[in-house]
């Protein structure tokens, strides 16, 4: 086999069924990818997949989101988070793909998975932008309270990631404030912009405001991990409900006909889920925490995202972008 | 192994002012290290002093990670 992909079984809204079924739809679309999956034994082996090109790691423990993450780690239970990540941190697949904890990603990427830097993880979520391109944002949850240099690395690490995946030469880098003028921003934001601007290594075009997260002025949106997780949350939200309210419209002036089409268009567009949800920055080997609702199109939308990742092609390549 | 520790808490609170840190600095409310720069720390702690963490320490103070050191460092 070409290709080993990791997938941790448990830990979503959906339970292991879910993603055993995008398990299975990565064995049927790419014939030359295998896969680990990690989680409870059992529940693998009822699953209808091609077990010949499965191996099953044994890990029936999941951390729910009422449990602290780094207690998970010491309390002995083999949680198959952790236990993917192991496997991972020696060498055996491309990546890993999970929609677990998101914070027993982040220890368990501490754990087995840090550069020889120690480069604190974060996590970036790609967002498509109204310029027919995307935007990687960074960071979305892992570090709430950040100072500058950790802003800094954010970007260097952003500007990175979206120069191997999508060939961006000099990818451009914005950061989040509430006005497009230097002096606009908290104290963090001020500060972060005079360090942006001196490093000439990175190509800064100065502040985004909130609305403008999605227009396509940078390549790289930097902030800290609340107002990250804040604007992507309400990029979601906003998404849903304008669609939910085109269709109300549709359907009560009996537009179905003309306006079905459009929404159709929206809700691809705008599907974060097939986008292949976050990507853990700054760690050894590539990590995808999809969105714990996720179903088997993220599965298979990340390990797509993978295999173009260790083949050095654009991220995207083999995925069907309808924008353009 | 105090200025060695400090250069663990440096990287990985790497927006910290270590020079205002002091043995008695409380890790969290102090300077401010969060889960995860809990967990970076004791991985570093791990291969820079050869300690092994079979549990979590419940550490409050810079004080507390010294004595847990100075205890069982094998390097």
């Given at each position: 086999m070409k290709h080993t992909i990791i997938i941790d079984t448990l830990g979503s809204d959906n339970g292991p069924e879910a993603i055993l079924d995008g398990a299975k739809a990565v064995l049927e679309k790419y014939p030359e990818v295998s896969l680990t999956i990690v989680g409870d034994e059992k529940i693998i082996k009822k699953?209808?997949?091609?077990?010949?090109r499965v191996k099953i790691l044994h890990a029936p423990d999941t951390v729910t989101n009422y449990d602290n993450p780094m207690l998970s780690f010491y309390e002995g239970k083999v949680v198959s988070i952790f236990k993917g990540m192991e496997e991972l941190s020696k060498g055996n697949a491309i990546g890993m793909i999970t929609a677990g904890n998101s914070g027993a990603v982040l220890v368990g990427a501490v754990k087995y998975l840090l550069t020889p830097q120690r480069t604190r993880p974060c996590l970036a979520a790609i967002m498509p932008n109204t310029k027919g391109g995307y935007t990687a944002l960074?960071?979305?949850?892992?570090?709430?309270d950040v100072g500058v240099n950790q802003l800094h690395e954010f970007a260097r690490l952003g500007r990175d990631f979206m120069k191997k995946l999508?060939?961006?030469d000099n990818p451009r880098i914005g950061l989040l404030s509430n006005g497009s003028e230097p002096t606009k921003g908290n104290k963090l934001v001020k500060e972060a912009h005079k360090v942006f601007a001196e490093d000439k290594e990175l190509n800064f075009v100065g502040n985004i405001e909130g609305n403008k997260?999605?227009?396509?002025?940078?390549d790289v949106l930097v902030c800290d991990g609340f107002a990250g997780n804040q604007v992507l949350k309400n990029a979601e939200g906003m998404a849903v409900n304008l669609i939910t309210e085109m269709v109300k419209y549709a359907k009560v002036n009996h537009e179905e006909e003309h306006i079905m089409p459009l929404i159709g268009y929206l809700m691809k567009t705008y599907d974060f889920e097939s986008l292949g949800a976050g990507i853990v920055l700054g760690i050894k080997y590539p990590v995808i925490k999809c969105r714990g609702s996720c179903k088997k199109e993220a599965i298979a939308t990340a390990s797509n995202v993978l295999i173009n990742l260790s083949e050095d092609k654009n991220i995207y390549d083999g995925i069907d972008d309808h924008r353009k | 192994m105090y200025e060695r520790l400090l250069k663990l808490i440096q990287d990985a609170m790497?927006?910290?002012?270590?020079?205002?840190?002091?043995?008695?600095?409380?890790?969290?409310?102090?300077?401010?290290?969060d889960s995860l720069a809990l967990m970076m720390l004791s991985m570093s702690m791990e291969d820079e002093f050869g300690v092994h963490f079979e549990k979590p320490e419940k550490f409050e103070t810079v004080k507390d990670v010294l004595s847990y050191l100075e205890r069982n460092a094998s390097k």
């Open positions: 699953h209808d997949l091609d077990f010949s960074v960071d979305t949850g892992a570090s709430i999508y060939k961006i997260t999605l227009s396509g002025l940078c | 790497p927006d910290m002012d270590v020079s205002k840190a002091n043995e008695n600095s409380k890790l969290v409310e102090d300077l401010g290290f």
